[in-house]
Each structure stands twice: as C-alpha cells, then as structure tokens.
C-alpha cells in the first residue's frame, strides 16, 4: 500500500509490515520517512539493525542469509537495504520477490532508494513490496512551495516570522532542505523567543563559515577567480560538505542558463533578472556573470556540474574537490 511519508508514524503504531520502501532524491525528506520507519520498528520490540549497500559487489544471496540469521541479543532484526539507484535489477528484482513470498516473521525490511521511475513502479518487484507492505515516496519541495513549507517549519520549531524573512530564507536555501533545517535550528538559538525578522536571517546567515558559500559565488561572478578559489579551499579546510557547495554553484548556474536564455530569446535584461527574483544588490554581480558567459559556455558549466555531482556521489572518476575548483574557476574566467 501507499502510504505518504506523514502517515508513516500512525501506520507504524497500527501496524507494522514485514517490509517497507523508501525512495525519492531529496536526502532530508528520506532521512525523516526511514527515521519514523526504525522508530516504529524499535517500539514494536525490533532492537536489532543490520545495513546493507547494493553496488557493484553486492550479492543478493546475502539477504536471504542476513534474513536466516538468528539473533542471540533481539527477537527481531530490521534489514536495511539501501538501493541508491532505485534499480535492484533482474537478480535483485527476483531475490526481492522470493524473499517477500515467504518474509521471516522475526525480521523487517527497510528498502532505501534513489528516485524509482514510472517503468519501475509496473514491475513485478515494486508491486510485490506495494501487496506485501508500504511504500513512501519523496518528492522535491518546489520553489513555489518552499515558504509554506518553511512557514510550517518554523511553526513546528515554535518560532514566529515575519513574512519578508520568510522570503528571504526560501531565497537563500532553495533546493536544498537540509540546509533550511539548520538554518530553522540556528535561529531558534538565536531569537530566544523573539519573533524572527529578515535582520535576524541576515545575520544568522552572514554568520556562517567565515569563508561564506554566498561570497564565493559573488567572488566568481565579479570573475575574482583567485579569490574565489581561496574561499573555496577555506570551505573544504572547515569542513564543509562538497554537496553543499555544489548545489550553491549549480542553483547560480541554472539561473544564469536561465536568464541569457530568455535574454538571447529577445527578452529585456531587467525584466529577465525581475522575473527570476534577483535582489538589486545582486543584480550588477548577475548581470557580469551573464556578460561574460554564452548560453553553450553556461550549458557546458551545468554538465561540469553533473560530473562533480557524480564524482561526489561515487559513480564517476575524479576527486570531487578537483572539480569544484575547475567550476569556480571557469565561472570566474568565463569561455570554459
């Protein structure tokens, strides 16, 4: 059955089934759903857990093994299949379908998947696990959605804010909830009861690393690639996720493919920029950035994106910080 990913909590207290698949490609939201899964499990008296990653080596005789296992410490076992391509393929399609035919009594099964595509939903496996248990599945916030989102998520914290903060929060994380939920955190340290205003997300904001995400892309689009790539190192030399600085750098690219789109479409700049919600401040960074870039130059940035992204994600050579470099610096030079 399905069952969205707010209802798991209450489904789980009804009832809990031998299996349960967790997809979609937004980390936060299948963090939270798979989080309420191994809650659910750990009240119903499963204290046991075992992980396993499906890759290149992975053998799917493994879970019938891991199933037959008894546990000398639990009764019953939570089995967590992680699939992050969404695509167990043949063997693993079959080796899902015998286990289900049969699930041991003692034992439950988390899937965790990437985003499962519509030829996927028809077959045999995802409709054995739909028969035999629950499946959850995550989509994106979009960017119209994402302050109602917020909103509720400041609600849930216990924090008040204004609508204009609200707004300049969505614009500073779209696409990317996690980064709003540590925002949300911080500033509920931060305002101490008080009601949150656009002054307290600027602040919390501007009190980042000291190597800020933000300035390093203004870095680039001013074209101080020296700069920009010692900001860059900075980021990594504190700690900072590779996936966080990428969606910082691919968000700015796509609005710049975007906006010289419209603008060799014959489009007025201003109200190229106006359409696309780009600050007044920003604009003069913007528009150097689109003067100093072709729509094929911005195309080509986007797809040294996507390597990057594969590099980080395991399913391409090279060191993901390698890459990122190259973007910065491409950025900042223009005429990759």
């Known amino acids: ?45 499963c204290n046991e857990r075992e992980i396993m990653h499906v890759d290149g080596k992975f053998k799917w005789d493994q879970l019938t093994a891991v199933a037959a296992e008894m546990s000398l410490f639990a009764e019953s076992k939570l089995i967590e299949l992680r699939i992050p391509t969404g695509k167990p393929g043949a063997e693993g399609s079959k080796a899902l379908v015998q286990y289900l035919a049969n699930p041991p009594s003692d034992n439950i099964l988390l899937i965790v998947a990437g985003k499962i595509d519509k030829q996927s939903t028809n077959s045999k ?9 629950a499946i959850t599945q995550v989509w994106p916030v979009e960017a119209r959605e994402l302050p109602r989102w917020l909103k509720q998520r400041c609600s849930q914290a216990g924090l008040e804010i204004d609508q204009d903060a609200l707004l300049m929060l969505s614009d500073r994380v779209e696409g990317n909830l996690l980064a709003a939920v540590q925002e949300i955190e911080k500033l509920q340290l931060l305002s101490n009861g008080a009601r949150i205003t656009i002054e307290n997300v600027n602040d919390s904001v501007a009190d980042n690393a000291r190597y800020n995400l933000f300035a390093l892309i203004d870095s680039a689009l001013q074209g101080d690639a020296a700069h920009a790539l010692k900001m860059l190192q900075g980021l990594r030399a504190e700690g900072t996720d590779a996936t ?19 603008i060799e479409r014959g489009q007025n700049q201003n109200q190229v920029l106006q359409t696309a919600r780009v600050w007044d401040k920003r604009k003069p960074l913007v528009s150097a950035g689109l003067a100093r870039h072709s729509q094929d130059d911005l195309a080509d940035l986007l797809h040294q994106a996507s390597l990057a992204d594969h590099s980080i994600k395991g399913l391409a050579d090279g060191n993901p910080w390698d890459r990122l470099s190259g973007l910065v610096l491409e950025l900042s030079r223009g005429q990759p």
């Open 244 to 262: 966080v600085v990428l969606w910082g750098l691919s968000r700015e690219l796509r609005l710049l493919y975007q906006c010289k789109r419209d």
């Open 1 to 45: 059955m399905r069952v969205r990913a707010d209802q798991l909590p209450a489904q789980l207290a009804k009832q809990v089934l031998p299996v349960y698949l967790v997809s979609g490609d937004e980390p936060l939201l299948v963090q939270e759903a798979c989080d309420a899964v191994r809650a659910g499990c750990r009240s119903a008296g």
């Open 125 to 133: 496996w995802f409709k054995t696990i739909d028969q035999a248990g």
